[in-house]
């Protein structure tokens, strides 16, 4: 990945968003939460360790990952708030 520079492209195709602004490729929270798992992993690694690619996309990294954990609040909010159809 590193060797066809496709890290740029890769991390752009993860934090697409829809025009509203939720990702467009991570709707179930389940879904957020692994990628939110693999992205902290990353963070968490030794900055020496890691490729010049995700050294530089830093600042996008840690932007798509508050956003993942904004929409991923914001989904819990909504299911708790309504009602389950199957009570209702």
């Keep these: 990945m590193h060797q066809g520079n496709m890290s740029a492209a890769v991390l752009q195709m993860i934090f697409a968003s829809k025009p509203g602004g939720s990702p467009q490729h991570f709707g179930r929270m389940?879904?957020?939460?692994?990628?939110?798992?693999?992205?902290?992993?990353?963070?968490?690694?030794?900055?020496?360790s890691t490729l010049p690619p995700l050294q530089n996309a830093w600042p996008q990294l840690m932007a798509g990952t508050m956003r993942l954990l904004t929409t991923l609040k914001e989904q819990q909010v909504c299911l708790t708030l309504a009602p389950h159809p199957k009570y209702s």
């Design 30 to 48: 389940y879904d957020k939460k692994v990628n939110l798992l693999g992205l902290i992993s990353l963070m968490a690694l030794p900055q020496e």
